[in-house]
């Protein structure tokens, strides 16, 4: 079956634009998550959905961040006011308890 | 919290030597353990998993065991071939009820000489 896809896979952008990242987790997998990969480090976790809720954001770094899944499935993540330090692979994961990755955003923020 | 802590890479080895990757974790409760691994210019996969303590993961003749005694979760692998060399990463899920967040160790990149 299909995995966790994201698109797109690559985004520039500059410095205080707006983005959207999404997330097309594996078909009836409730949980999704998104993580940070900065380069040479490991993902840092961003925000956790069960269904259509936000369980768990406290990995989110500030109010320009936030993020959607309004019908359980598809999630959005969404930046305001883009800063160069945000550049970054955003990755998302759906399971429980496994989690399985999509291949990334790789976001620039010039 | 919870953290993970893993050896600093890069590591490089020749093709059929054995490899040791050191992961030790700090947590509350009884948390699953993971080694994932990212080949180059692809997404991070599941390499092996173990949820409780003595458990041994194995996939692609790479092994670790969940030893609560030592908090560690050490991988290894008795030869590498060319195809292993990647970044590994060990993480760390929070027991049931605790957070559903995966916690990562930084990484250690693997490079396989012929």
């Known amino acids: 079956g299909a995995g966790v896809s994201q698109t797109p896979s690559n985004k520039v952008t500059e410095k205080g634009k707006y983005v959207e990242l999404r997330c097309d987790p594996i078909s009836g997998h409730t949980a999704l998550y998104w993580y940070r990969q900065s380069l040479g480090q490991g993902p840092e976790f961003l925000i956790y959905?069960?269904?259509?809720?936000?369980?768990?954001d406290s990995g989110l770094p500030n109010d320009r961040f936030f993020a959607v899944r309004p019908e359980g499935s598809v999630s959005t993540l969404k930046i305001q006011r883009t800063e160069r330090g945000d550049s970054a692979v955003y990755l998302c994961a759906s399971g429980v308890n496994t989690q399985y990755f999509g291949p990334g955003t790789r976001l620039t923020v010039l | 919290g919870n953290s993970v802590t893993q050896m600093e890479g890069p590591v490089t080895l020749s093709e059929e030597a054995f490899l040791t990757i050191n992961c030790t974790y700090t947590a509350t409760g009884y948390p699953s353990l993971f080694w994932y691994v990212q080949y180059p210019g692809e997404g991070l996969q599941l390499l092996l998993k173990?949820?409780?303590?003595?458990d041994k993961g194995s996939n692609k003749g790479f092994e670790a065991t969940y030893r609560k005694e030592t908090t560690s979760f050490h991988l290894e692998k008795g030869s590498v071939q060319v195809s292993d060399s990647a970044v590994y990463f060990c993480a760390l899920l929070g027991s049931r009820g605790g957070s559903e967040k995966l916690v990562f160790g930084k990484g250690t990149k693997l490079t396989v000489n012929p």
């Open positions: 959905f069960q269904g259509t809720g936000a369980a768990d």
């Open positions: 173990a949820t409780k303590a003595d």
